[in-house]
């Protein structure tokens, strides 16, 4: 017979990863002093290479990282009193209270069923069989005139949010920062990959941009951030990233630091109080010039720009070539898609500069410039 952990057990073993899994000493050191897109791969570098559990494995780590004071299943989709180790893991899913199953907080589909996304915990939660099937693999957003609604108030319906209108599934206000964090944690966990999975699912496409930053489309990601904001980390989330951590042994950035998704994104900062600036900036003057442009479209989109500046001509510009990086320098400046502004700086007074914009696919010597055509130009005066 299939022994199942206690009450006592689990109350013991939340105890004990209380106190054993709490943030390992120096853990986000290699991501101090930066922000954008730089933080956020200093922290895929911390967090990436987790340990992966197999998906039957979930079951037993749902028993610590998603149980109630009363050693009950702590499911955000409905008010259902739920018993690990029973035969409420199973059922027909056709009622709410039937069972529960493993909910892919991230639709599976959006990843096409790849690991190890597929039993990466940070995302991965126990739910009601019924509603789970019911969001099937709709995004989340706000739901004003909903077509269903859970017996605790999750929502199905046309999208509310400014920005889009199809289906999404909204959550109860409770567990909205939860899973905001956990999709900013999905996006750093797999910046590497997750520039194709846009594609993989029409949903999926609706939040997502072809590329590892910023991810996600601008009305989501300010819903995230909105989310984030209203609903702070909560002692649940922070005992699962233990949970999570003493068996995946990594961890969620944004539950230990909140303040990075602000440092990230720039949204979600919320009325949070933040340190204050170490420093003053330097070379304050009016000696420079802002660009500022709408990204291209198309069935090829860019994953950057670089843009040239000559102070002579426009015909002094140079074509790039491809297969070749232009680092950043006083005339070339390497902007990521999705920014759509470049900054050139400590420009001389009363000085007329003059400006192009390419668009790049691919990196490194698989770089792919885009030449033909009217290539955008412009030409800029700083004042005296």
């Known amino acids: 017979m299939q022994r199942h952990p206690s009450l006592f057990t689990i109350l013991f073993l939340l105890?004990?990863?209380?106190?054993?899994?709490?943030?390992?000493?120096?853990?986000?050191?290699?991501?101090?002093?930066?922000?954008?897109?730089?933080?956020?791969?200093?922290?895929?570098?911390?967090?990436?290479?987790?340990?992966?559990?197999?998906?039957?494995?979930?079951?037993?780590?749902?028993?610590?990282?998603?149980?109630?004071?009363?050693?009950?299943?702590?499911?955000?989709?409905?008010?259902?009193?739920?018993?690990?180790?029973?035969?409420?893991?199973?059922?027909?899913?056709?009622?709410?209270?039937?069972?529960?199953?493993?909910?892919?907080?991230?639709?599976?589909?959006?990843?096409?069923?790849?690991?190890?996304?597929?039993?990466?915990?940070?995302?991965?939660?126990?739910t009601d069989g019924k509603v789970n099937g019911m969001r099937s693999n709709y995004p989340f957003g706000t739901v004003?005139?909903?077509?269903?609604?859970?017996?605790?108030?999750?929502k199905l319906g046309a999208c509310s949010y400014p920005g889009y209108t199809g289906v999404v599934f909204e959550p109860l206000d409770e567990y909205k920062g939860d899973f905001a964090r956990n999709y900013f944690y999905m996006a750093t966990r797999y910046e590497n990959i997750i520039s194709s999975w846009h594609g993989n699912d029409a949903n999926a496409e609706a939040i997502l941009l072809p590329n590892s930053f910023p991810v996600f489309e601008s009305w989501f990601l300010a819903m995230l951030g909105e989310w984030h904001t209203a609903d702070p980390v909560s002692q649940k989330e922070t005992d699962?990233?233990?949970?999570?951590?003493?068996?995946?042994?990594?961890?969620?950035?944004?539950?230990?630091?909140?303040?990075?998704?602000?440092?990230?994104?720039?949204?979600?900062?919320?009325s949070a109080v933040l340190p204050e600036p170490t420093s003053y900036p330097t070379n304050f003057s009016a000696h420079n010039i802002h660009l500022q442009w709408t990204d291209a479209t198309g069935a090829t989109i860019p994953e950057g720009y670089l843009v040239r500046m000559s102070a002579t001509g426009f015909a002094d510009i140079a074509v790039p070539a491809d297969h070749t990086v232009y680092p950043d320098n006083s005339t070339d400046h390497n902007v990521a898609y999705g920014v759509q502004s470049a900054w050139f700086t400590n420009l001389n007074p009363g000085t007329t500069y003059y400006f192009k914009l390419f668009g790049f696919t691919g990196s490194g010597t698989g770089i792919d410039y885009k030449t033909d055509g009217s290539v955008p130009q412009l030409q800029q005066t700083t004042s005296d």
């Open 240 to 270: 699962r990233n233990n949970a999570v951590y003493a068996i995946q042994h990594n961890r969620n950035p944004y539950i230990d630091h909140p303040e990075y998704v602000y440092s990230v994104w720039g949204v979600g900062g919320g």
């Open 144 to 154: 004003s005139s909903p077509t269903y609604t859970s017996g605790n108030g999750c």
């Open 15 to 126: 105890v004990f990863l209380r106190v054993s899994a709490q943030i390992p000493a120096g853990y986000y050191d290699p991501a101090s002093g930066q922000s954008g897109a730089p933080l956020k791969t200093a922290l895929y570098n911390i967090i990436n290479n987790h340990t992966s559990v197999s998906y039957d494995y979930l079951w037993t780590a749902f028993e610590t990282t998603d149980v109630k004071p009363d050693g009950k299943v702590w499911d955000m989709y409905s008010n259902c009193i739920f018993t690990y180790g029973t035969s409420d893991q199973c059922g027909n899913y056709s009622v709410e209270c039937d069972c529960f199953n493993r909910e892919h907080s991230w639709p599976k589909s959006w990843f096409a069923d790849a690991t190890p996304m597929y039993t990466d915990l940070f995302h991965l939660v126990p």
